[in-house]
Structures are given as structure tokens and as C-alpha cells.
């Protein structure tokens, strides 16, 4: 019988040696379980296949075809990746709805002898409980906000806090996005699902009993939104904001963004847009910089001319409530080392 999991946590905590996603690899790819592995019983161009046979032709025809396509894939997997597990093994496996495709897969494998179980509903069972826990429950945990100016260092403050014992939630991490106009990473950006995923499991680790820092954002990270219930919850949460000189502060945006910055076509391309928005002259200022290769010259007008602005304006609609405003006057390790224990001192002394 198929396995109903009541809440995340209970699907998280699934006791199973192995969690095993039947679905094709581009169904794995943009969301799944945790941990799970992938062991398609049809690939990408078998399920269309399929999906085209059922429709066009006769379910019938379908069904008999892929349970060929589902039997064959499956022997392989059990010669392959699953060969040297040993009669005590215990496989959790699901698909899509928890149907035909896992249901096979787990009767061929209690047929040799290891302890199957399916999830009932699937992998659209697991997606109902990541969405109740991001878009319908409060969120568990309480949040201090990081704030500051653009180029103040704060993703670089996120792992020293965390080292110091505060619980931290790396948003942009999450998301593989630098939130700015000049914010992609290599590698791009998850799925909104996958992001959900992470984010949901991340949240259930932490102890709500203590708060979390997050870096200030907007309600959308690249491409990604953030999900009601966190952003509802950053829109309340009280403020840590640190303050830097632009001097300080362009330095530290020419190493955070050298992979961009060195780039110079992808750059000019990416600052085009703001023309509308800061004029052509401030914009072929910034072309000539680039030609130039004056790295800290463009990033202390970036800083000055657009970034500010943009968070001076943002900060009128804001109006939060600070636990602390610090200062540093450098960003470099030895000075962000600090400026880090100074933050952890406030968070660790504040009962929110």
C-alpha cells in the first residue's frame, strides 16, 4: 500500500535507505524530492512517445507499449545502479501521481525481495506539502533583516555569521542570482519549484526558537519569486543595516562581480536597458569606463548613480525598524571578521 505523508517534515523524515524518482530526467531536473536519485523507467523522448500514443491512437496501445519501454528500462536499472544492494534494502519510490510508472518499479523490486514502498499521490503529493508550507503556513522561523547599500558586503557577511553560530538563510544563494541588475551567476538559475524545495527544506532545519538573518531583498531574486509567506515575513521582520564609505564599497563590488566585469560586451548589454532610466549620458559614461578597463571608477558610479538612488527610494516605501545601524570603514576580511561579530552580538541579544 502506498505510503501518505501529512507534512513535509514527515516526508522528509521518510526513514528509507534510498528515495528513488521514476519520472524522466527532465521531469527530475526541474523539481524533486531531496536526496532522491533517478531512475527514469521512461526517458524524455519514450514518455512523449507514449503520451502521443494515448492520445492519438488508443490508451490500449499506449499502456502495452510503455509497459514494455517501463519492464526493459527497469531490468537495467536492477543489473545497473541497484546491483549491489543487498536483501535488507529499502526503497521509497515515486512518479508523477504515484501510479503506473512507480507502481511497476516497486512490484519488480518487493518481487526480488527488498521492502519497496511507493508515495501515495507521487511527486504532486510532495509539491501540495511544499506549497502548504510556503504559501499557506506562516513561516516558522523569525527573521532580522541585513540591509545596507548595494556593495556593502552583506552575501559576503552571511557565511561569518553563520560560522559564529547565527542562523542564516542565503536567499541569492538559493536562488543563484546576485538580486542586481548585474546579479547572474554561472550555472543560472533553479526552477521556481526547485527553489521552493530547497527553500521549504532549508526553513524546516532551522530552530525556531532563535531568529535568522536574511538579506534584504526584493520580492523577486532574478527570476525567482520569493513565496508569500517568507516575503510577508521580511516585510515585518526588524533591520540590521550596515553602512560603508563608496570608496570601500566599489572595491568590493570590482572582486564580488569580476566575472561580470570582465565581460565587456555582456556588460554594455546588460546597462543598455538603463538608459531610459538614467539618461544616455550617465550610460556612455559607463561605456567609456569599460573601454577604459577602469573597474573602480565604474563601480563607484554604479554605486553612486544608480544603486543608491534605487535604495534610498526603496527605503521611504520601507520605513523599518532597526535593531542596529553599523558602520565599518573597510569591507576587507579582517574587517568584515568583525564588523560580522558585531552583527552576531545584536542578533544574539535580541528577542524579537
Request: with cysteine; hydrophobic share 40%.
Amino acid at each position: 500500500m502506498a505510503l501518505t505523508f501529512e507534512t513535509l517534515d514527515d516526508l522528509l523524515s521518510h526513514g528509507f535507505d534510498t528515495v528513488i524518482d521514476v519520472r524522466s530526467p527532465a521531469e527530475f531536473a526541474e523539481n524533486h524530492v531531496p536526496g532522491a536519485i533517478n531512475l527514469p523507467v521512461l526517458d524524455n523522448e519514450e514518455r512523449a512517445r507514449v503520451g502521443t500514443l494515448y492520445k492519438q491512437v488508443s490508451p490500449f496501445r499506449a499502456r502495452k507499449i510503455g509497459a514494455a519501454l517501463v519492464f526493459r528500462n527497469s531490468a537495467a536499472h536492477i543489473e545497473g545502479p541497484l546491483a549491489d544492494h543487498d536483501g535488507g534494502w529499502r526503497p521509497l519510490v515515486y512518479c508523477w501521481r504515484g501510479g503506473q510508472r512507480s507502481g511497476s518499479f516497486a512490484w519488480m523490486l518487493k518481487e526480488i525481495g527488498w521492502r519497496s514502498d511507493t508515495i501515495k499521490g507521487g511527486y504532486k503529493s510532495f509539491r501540495k506539502l511544499v506549497t502548504r508550507a510556503l504559501y499557506s503556513d506562516p513561516l516558522p522561523v523569525r527573521l532580522i533583516q541585513l540591509g545596507g547599500y548595494t556593495g556593502t558586503a552583506k552575501t559576503a557577511l552571511l557565511p561569518r555569521l553563520q560560522a559564529l553560530g547565527v542562523q542564516v538563510l542565503d536567499l541569492e544563494g538559493l536562488a543563484g542570482h546576485r538580486g542586481s541588475l548585474l546579479g547572474g551567476m554561472p550555472g543560472g538559475q533553479p526552477s521556481q519549484k526547485a527553489f521552493e524545495t530547497e527553500l521549504a527544506t532549508r526553513l524546516l532545519r532551522m530552530d525556531p526558537g532563535k531568529p535568522v538573518i536574511v538579506e534584504a531583498e526584493s520580492s523577486k531574486i532574478g527570476d525567482i519569486n520569493l513565496p508569500p509567506s517568507l516575503w510577508d515575513a521580511m516585510k515585518s521582520a526588524p533591520w540590521v543595516e550596515i553602512g560603508a564609505p563608496v570608496a570601500a564599497r566599489a572595491r568590493y563590488l570590482a572582486e564580488a562581480y569580476e566575472d561580470v566585469l570582465a565581460d565587456a560586451d555582456a556588460l554594455r548589454a546588460k546597462l543598455a536597458p538603463l538608459r531610459f532610466h538614467r539618461g544616455h549620458a550617465l550610460v556612455d559614461h559607463w561605456d567609456a569606463l569599460i573601454a577604459e578597463g577602469d573597474r573602480l571608477s565604474l563601480c563607484v558610479s554604479l554605486a553612486q548613480d544608480h544603486y543608491d538612488p534605487a535604495y534610498r527610494r526603496s527605503m521611504r516605501a520601507v520605513a523599518p525598524e532597526y535593531l542596529a545601524q553599523l558602520q565599518s570603514s573597510a569591507l576587507d576580511p579582517t574587517s568584515l571578521d568583525a564588523l560580522a561579530q558585531r552583527i552576531a552580538e545584536v542578533v544574539q541579544s535580541t528577542e524579537i
